[in-house]
C-alpha cells in the first residue's frame, strides 16, 4: 500500500473527531437543531469505529473487525438520520432502525459464521447504501442551495461507491474467510475517500446550516412579529419604481381600534390584529403581498388586477372581519374595517403614488361613514 494504514486511520478518527465537536458544540448553543446532535453522535461511532479497526492493523483479530463495522454502520446510520431532519425535516428513524437492524443482522451472522470475508463485504456495502440514502436526501433537497445541496450528493455517493468497491474486491479476490485485514486496491481508494468524503461532507453540512441560520434570520427580520405578515421594511424593499401594468393597492385600517384597546385591553387588540392578519392571508392569491404597516394600518399589493377585482376580495375581507368574534378575557370583540383602492394607470406610476392614491382612497371611505371599500377616483376613470 503507497499510504501507511495508521496515518491514513489517524486521519480519519481526527477529521471526524474535530467535525463531531463542531457540530456539538453548534447544538449545544441553541438546542434546538437536533440534527447537529445526530451527526455529532454519527461521527463519535464512527472515531470508535475507526479505532476498533486501527487495531486490526496491527494484529488481525476477526471479533475486533465486526465491533469496527458495527459502530461504522451505527455511525453512518445516525449521519443518515440526522440529513433526512436537515433536508425534510422529519427523521425517518423508521427506514433508518431497519436498515441499520438488517445490517447489523447479516454483517453478525457471516462473522459468526466464520465467514469474516463476507461479514466485511457486506459492513461495506451496508455502509455505501446509507452513504447512497443520504446523498438522496441532500438531492431532493437541493433547491434550497442547488450547488452546495447538489455537492454534498456528490461526496455521498463517490464515498458510497469507495466502500462498495471495497466489498467488490474481496468478492473478486474470492476472500470468503479472512486471516489478515483487508489489504487491495479499494482499500486504498476508500482511505482516500473516506478523508475527503467525510471532510467535504461535514464543511459542506456547516455551510448549508450556517446559510439557513441566515436566511432564517433575514426572514424573520421581514415579517412582522405578531400577524406573521411581511412588515413595512420587506413591502417596499426593491419596489419603489414603476409599478408593472395591472398592478392593484389596497389600503385597510381597522375602525376605531383605539377604543377597542382602550375598553378591552391591548392583549384584546393584539388578537384582533391577529384575526385580521389571518383573514387577509386567506384571501388572497399566492403571488399578492400582504403587509402591516404599522399599529392597526395593513395594506395588500395584487398584480394582475383591476378595480372591480381587488374591490372583490377588499370587500370580502371587509364582510368577513365584521362577522368575525374575538372571544378575549374581557368578552367577545368585533371590529370593522375601511379600506382604499387604487389601480395603476394606462401611463407609469409608482409603487409609491398607488399607495397615495390608495391612502387618500382610505380616508375618503373613513369620512363616508367608515366599514366600507372606496376605489381612487382615478383608478375608475381609467
Not at 438488517?102 to 453478525?108: A, M
Not at 443520504?134 to 442547488?146: F, I, M, V
Not at 474486491?169 to 475517500?193: C, D, H, K, Y
Not at 402591516?292 to 395593513?298: C, N, P, T, V, W
Amino acid at each position: 500500500m503507497f499510504l501507511d494504514q495508521l496515518s491514513v486511520l489517524v486521519a480519519i478518527g481526527f477529521s471526524c473527531a474535530s467535525l463531531g465537536l463542531t457540530f456539538f458544540m453548534m447544538w449545544a448553543i441553541g438546542r434546538s437543531e437536533r440534527h447537529l446532535l445526530m451527526w455529532a453522535g454519527g461521527l463519535v461511532l464512527i472515531v470508535v469505529g475507526v479505532v476498533f479497526f486501527g487495531a486490526v492493523v496491527e494484529q488481525y483479530n476477526s471479533g475486533l473487525l465486526l465491533i469496527s463495522f458495527l459502530f461504522l454502520i451505527g455511525g453512518f446510520g445516525l449521519l443518515h438520520a440526522g440529513c433526512a431532519r436537515f433536508c425534510s425535516g422529519q427523521t425517518s428513524w423508521s427506514s433508518t432502525t431497519i436498515s441499520v437492524a438488517l445490517s447489523f443482522i447479516l454483517t453478525s451472522t457471516a462473522f459468526a459464521l466464520g465467514y469474516s470475508g463476507v461479514g466485511t463485504m457486506i459492513g461495506n456495502i451496508a455502509i455505501g447504501v446509507l452513504l447512497v440514502q443520504t446523498g438522496r436526501h441532500y438531492w431532493l433537497a437541493r433547491a434550497e442551495s442547488p450547488l452546495l445541496m447538489a455537492a454534498n450528493a456528490l461526496f455521498c455517493v463517490v464515498t458510497a461507491a469507495s466502500f462498495i468497491a471495497c466489498g467488490y474486491a474481496l468478492a473478486e479476490q474470492g476472500q470468503i474467510v479472512l486471516t489478515s485485514r483487508p489489504a487491495n486496491w479499494a482499500e486504498e481508494i476508500n482511505s482516500i475517500m473516506a478523508i475527503a468524503g467525510l471532510s467535504g461532507m461535514g464543511a459542506l453540512s456547516l455551510t448549508l446550516n450556517q446559510m439557513r441560520i441566515a436566511n432564517g434570520h433575514k426572514s424573520d427580520a421581514m415579517k412582522d412579529a405578531l400577524t406573521g405578515l411581511l412588515n413595512r421594511r420587506a413591502l417596499f424593499d426593491g419596489r419603489m419604481g414603476i409599478t408593472p401594468p395591472g398592478t392593484a393597492v389596497v389600503m385597510m385600517d381597522l375602525d376605531y381600534f383605539k377604543t377597542i384597546n382602550d375598553r378591552f385591553g391591548h392583549d384584546s387588540g393584539d388578537r384582533i390584529l391577529m384575526a385580521f392578519a389571518d383573514v387577509i392571508h386567506s384571501n388572497i392569491r399566492a403571488n399578492d403581498l400582504a403587509a402591516r404597516m404599522g399599529g392597526e394600518e395593513f395594506c395588500i399589493i395584487m398584480p394582475d388586477s383591476n378595480p372591480k377585482a381587488s374591490a372583490a376580495v377588499a370587500d370580502r375581507i371587509r364582510s368577513q372581519i365584521e362577522a368575525t368574534i374575538v372571544q378575549t378575557e374581557n368578552g367577545p370583540v368585533r371590529a370593522t374595517v375601511s379600506a382604499g383602492i387604487a389601480v395603476r394607470s394606462p401611463e407609469p406610476e409608482t409603487l409609491q403614488s398607488l399607495l397615495s392614491r390608495a391612502d387618500t382612497a382610505l380616508y375618503e371611505a373613513k369620512a363616508s361613514g367608515r366599514n366600507r371599500v372606496q376605489i381612487s377616483s382615478f383608478s375608475l376613470a381609467a
